[in-house]
């Protein structure tokens, strides 16, 4: 069973159209991360959200921690073919030693001409 | 350096051997984290160190596994034994300073056990 949750697995959009991924889980979270990953490579790191109800722009990118602290979300408004790539959402547990991240399973995006 | 290095990048050995994995990380990170991940999932937490101190080993699947950072820099995994269960590509990754969040990732190696 993944401690959070990601959905969807899989996402397909053509280039202009706008995208949410969700992060859920029924643990709190002290700070949420999310990174993107390419085939390839290690993940990187996009954003650190760490208080309740908190949104986070980054240009076309818009981050939401829940209030409760157990989810969050990634929306890309008018995605770019650059876009692809794996979204993993990770949090730091308040219940587990600090500086443990717990990662999702990812939601795969594909943005297409 | 200018990255998180690992080595090798790939790894085929046959079952019953032992393997270490070695991590460099960014030079003067403190933290320094042992992931496996399976393809198309995301990464799932092994153990790490802060300096030369592991600080939570939960992650290790079980006593053939093992992680060291002697003198707070370069980092070995150990996996006594290899099954075929053990392949995966494993990565680590490193942090700055204990109050940043920021975690960066190496390329991994690709472990195959035949």
């Known amino acids: 069973t993944q401690l959070l949750e990601q959905s969807p697995q899989f996402l397909s959009i053509q280039e202009g159209e706008n995208l949410t991924v969700y992060c859920n889980s029924s643990?709190?979270?002290?700070?949420l991360q999310w990174y993107r990953q390419e085939p390839g490579e290690g993940p990187v790191l996009l954003v650190t959200?760490?208080?309740?109800?908190e949104v986070k722009k980054l240009k076309r990118l818009t981050f939401q921690f829940g209030d409760a602290r157990k989810d969050s979300s990634l929306h890309i408004t008018a995605a770019q073919t650059g876009d692809t790539g794996l979204y993993l959402c990770?949090?730091?547990?308040?219940?587990?030693?600090?500086?443990?991240?717990?990662f999702g399973a990812g939601t795969q995006v594909v943005v297409t001409p | 350096g200018a990255g998180v290095s690992q080595s090798p990048r790939y790894k085929v050995t046959k079952r019953g051997q032992d393997v270490a994995l070695r991590c460099d990380p960014i030079?003067?990170?403190?933290?320094l984290y042992w992931y496996r991940q399976a393809l198309g999932q995301g990464p799932e937490f092994l153990t790490y160190?802060?300096?030369?101190?592991?600080?939570?080993k939960s992650g290790l699947p079980n006593d053939r596994f093992s992680a060291e950072r002697p003198e707070g820099s370069i980092s070995t995994l150990t996996i006594q034994r290899t099954e075929q269960r053990d392949s995966a590509m494993y990565r680590c990754?490193?942090?700055?300073?204990?109050?940043?969040?920021?975690?960066?990732f190496g390329p991994g190696t690709r472990l195959t056990v035949l």
């Open positions: 959200v760490v208080t309740g109800g």
């Open positions: 990770a949090g730091a547990r308040t219940t587990d030693s600090w500086g443990k991240l717990q």
């Open positions: 990754a490193s942090r700055q300073v204990l109050s940043t969040d920021t975690q960066y």
């Open positions: 160190f802060n300096y030369e101190a592991q600080q939570d």
């Open positions: 030079s003067g990170h403190v933290s």
């Open positions: 643990s709190v979270f002290s700070s």
